[in-house]
């Protein structure tokens, strides 16, 4: 993960590191500041819980074959598993949804972040 000369910088220097080169490290996802973890949180968790708990097992099993299949048989199986999460009722039922909010376009592939955030408080609505 770190590296050799990055491991034994660290493990030598008994130095403390700051959020964001921990980051910068990989040692942590994200560094933000105290005054927007807790939006950030929030937001993270209110997609993951959305997410069937069935796709988020195929979702795992497609990083698992990443790290640990060659590379040709790792695409192999994440195409695999996602023919399996696609077919499933509720994530058909969500692409009805998708679509229905007109997702669908050029436009709404260059502005995706911000039609997630729509698509998300549609969702909340919907709930």
Not at 32 to 39: F, Q, R, T, V, W
Not at 64 to 93: G, H, N, R, V
Request: net charge negative.
């Amino acid at each position: 993960m770190l590296g050799k000369a990055r491991a034994l910088e660290v493990m030598l220097s008994f130095a403390p590191y700051s959020a964001e080169l921990a980051e910068r490290y990989g040692w942590i996802n994200r560094a933000l500041p105290s005054d927007k973890i807790g939006e950030f949180v929030e937001q993270l968790a209110y997609r993951i819980a959305y997410i069937p708990a069935e796709t988020i097992a195929l979702i795992k099993k497609s990083i698992i074959a990443a790290e640990e299949l060659p590379l040709k048989e790792a695409l192999l199986e994440e195409d695999y598993l996602f023919s399996i999460s696609a077919s499933l009722p509720e994530s058909k039922k969500r692409m009805e949804d998708y679509l229905k909010l007109g997702y669908q376009t050029r436009e709404s592939e260059l502005k995706i972040a911000e039609d997630l955030k729509q698509m998300d408080e549609f969702l909340r609505e919907k709930d």
